[in-house]
């Protein structure tokens, strides 16, 4: 995502209601936190910004949104209904719970074996771990290897995934919820130092949150990432979102580095352009850029 260029102190759209808090009482605010995560037991994350949280009651305090990953021991194991699309069956009405999944074909003394792993909803899970375990059945057991070990690992791990996550989810790919945070974190701080408080004191950006503030700055390009003009609606917006990621995630393989990102991008864009104060802060800060008088 191009860097945020500096935008020279001007006045912005003048909103009834304001008042200036003092300095003083600015500077007092308290950064947003920045520690990692639990390293064990179960805790919560924002998909958004990458605060970390202890309960999973209400919205993100920081940014707002009500996009909630689950970690346990580290790593993200699903993410909120209405936010990324199954990659299975496209629906986004039902979570996404990380799974993995064996299959094997075994003949006489030699076993060939492969692993998958994906965030996929239940009824794809359940559907994916039927086909493993048929799979198996017809083709993995016919080899001495199979009968005495790896037909009964690979039948642990596959009746395991009808119901919870692989053991040690990370050596599966799931994504580690330190790195997670720290990717959506590093780009929307970096923005927010290259902006003087004269230009957020001026400006729409005031009434935002400091995660807010942001999460705005390091956008750009939200409309054409999402393909729909600036003056669409929030249906609009919604119905984009959810198709851009099924073209952008096709499998959701959580190896890879991409698609990652690309759900950092399109959640940011998501989560800043269905927010009144934030897209008007956003559009602002559009027209800025494009040398826009305010």
């Not at 920045?34 to 958004?48: A, M």
């Not at 039927?130 to 009746?159: M, Q």
């Not at 096709?250 to 897209?279: C, F, H, K, V, Y």
Request: proline share 7%; glycine share 8%; aromatic share 10%.
């Amino acid at each position: 995502m191009p860097l945020f260029r500096r935008i020279e102190d001007k006045h912005g759209v003048d909103e009834p209601g304001y008042e200036p808090r003092p300095d003083d009482e600015q500077d007092a605010r308290p950064p947003p936190e920045t520690s990692p995560p639990n390293q064990s037991g179960e805790s919560y994350l924002c998909g958004v910004c990458g605060t970390p949280r202890s309960d999973p009651i209400g919205n993100c305090s920081e940014c707002g949104s009500d996009v909630l990953l689950k970690v346990v021991d580290g790593y993200v194991l699903s993410f909120p209904a209405h936010t990324v699309p199954c990659p299975r069956c496209g629906s986004t009405e039902r979570p996404l719970v990380f799974r993995g999944w064996v299959r094997q074909i075994g003949f006489v003394w030699t076993v060939r074996e492969s692993r998958a792993s994906a965030y996929v909803c239940r009824p794809c899970a359940e559907r994916l771990t039927s086909t493993a375990l048929a799979l198996n059945a017809l083709l993995g057991w016919w080899s001495i290897g199979s009968f005495f070990f790896y037909g009964w690992r690979a039948l642990f791990h596959n009746w395991r995934a009808v119901w919870t996550v692989p053991l040690n989810p990370g050596a599966w790919g799931a994504l580690d919820a330190a790195e997670f945070a720290a990717s959506v974190r590093g780009e929307r701080e970096a923005a927010f130092a290259s902006v003087t408080e004269a230009v957020i004191r001026e400006s729409p950006l005031r009434f935002l949150t400091r995660t807010q503030q942001e999460l705005v700055l390091g956008a750009n390009g939200l409309y054409e990432l999402l393909g729909v003009s600036t003056s669409s609606s929030l249906e609009e917006l919604r119905a984009a979102f959810r198709s851009r990621c099924k073209e952008i995630h096709p499998d959701l393989q959580s190896g890879s580095a991409s698609a990652t990102e690309d759900m950092i991008q399109l959640n940011n864009a998501w989560e800043i352009l269905r927010s009144e104060q934030m897209r008007r802060a956003y559009d602002w800060l559009e027209a800025q850029r494009a040398g826009v008088p305010s």
